[in-house]
């Protein structure tokens, strides 16, 4: 079963900052697509951003400009740096593994952490 453990977490003012990690026990970093995906309460879960084992990036549009995502594949971590947080990101946030694409283009993944809550406050 894939190890993937989220940290980072926490409850800022809008415009604040905050970075996610996610380490994996399970795979190699450098040889999978990792990323994040997020849900807000009473909604469906949405992805959010991605990197591919080569290090290309995919943005979601609503957060496009504001997250970067990133890696260290010698510790087998990726990272999410979201800048300019406003209260519509408020949500739980999934680290994933193994980007699968979805007939329509969007992207999901084969394994998932526990997750990591975001809050966000006006």
């Known amino acids: 079963q894939a190890q993937l453990n989220e940290s980072g977490g926490g409850s800022v003012q809008a415009g604040g900052s905050l970075r996610l990690s996610c380490i994996t026990s399970?795979?190699?970093?450098?040889?999978?697509?990792m990323g994040w995906s997020r849900q807000a309460p009473g909604k469906e879960r949405e992805w959010v951003a991605s990197?591919?084992?080569?290090?290309?990036?995919r943005y979601a549009d609503s957060v496009k400009g504001r997250f970067t995502i990133s890696k260290d594949d010698a510790a087998n971590t990726a990272f999410l740096q979201m800048d300019n947080l406003e209260p519509a990101d408020t949500a739980m946030y999934y680290c994933?593994?193994?980007?699968?694409?979805?007939?329509?283009?969007?992207?999901?993944?084969?394994?998932w952490g526990q997750g990591t809550q975001v809050t966000v406050s006006s």
């Open positions: 399970q795979y190699m970093s450098k040889d999978i697509c």
């Open positions: 990197i591919d084992s080569d290090g290309r990036t």
């Open positions: 994933g593994a193994v980007c699968l694409t979805r007939v329509g283009g969007s992207i999901t993944f084969g394994a």
